[in-house]
């Protein structure tokens, strides 16, 4: 396992911390964000898209539950903070997404941490203040 802790200190420094990672990225990887609302979840997978070269907006899909983006490779955006049961996430088909051909990135993954491949990317983000963040990214 990898780990390493990072501290950003602006939305822009995430967003570009997002697009780094996202420059060794391979057809197949999973993300899992873990953290409280407003820590910068979504901020960081709008860089990793940016880094995936997708044009698209990149908006949290809260209430549409998953966002299919175009890039260097097909990106699913799923945000699963509005389901409470695991059932929910199984009858959303997440085997097409977490074991896809695409990058997956999954918002309040600790929901779905059952379902998970072993083989993935966790990140932790922690707030500090206004605009620090503490990114802690590990790699199974």
């Known amino acids: 396992m990898f780990k390493d802790k990072i501290i950003t200190r ?3 420094e995430t967003k570009k911390l997002g697009e780094k990672l ?7 990887e999973v993300v899992a964000l873990f953290g409280p609302l407003g820590s910068g979840k979504t901020c960081l997978t709008q860089g990793i898209c940016s880094g995936l070269e997708v044009k698209d907006f990149v908006v949290s899909p809260s209430f549409v539950l998953i966002n299919e983006y175009e890039g ?9 903070f509005r389901l409470e049961r695991l059932s929910e996430i199984i009858n959303l088909g997440y085997e097409e997404y977490f074991f896809g051909e695409g990058i997956c990135i ?5 929901k779905a941490i059952k379902l998970l491949p072993e083989k993935r990317m966790e990140i932790y983000l922690k707030i500090l203040s206004e605009n620090e963040r503490k990114i802690t990214i590990c790699k199974f």
């Open 10 to 12: 602006s939305p822009e």
């Open 22 to 28: 996202a420059e060794s990225f391979s057809p197949g």
């Open 72 to 80: 260097k490779f097909k990106v699913y955006h799923i945000d699963l």
């Open 106 to 110: 999954i918002e309040w993954a600790e």
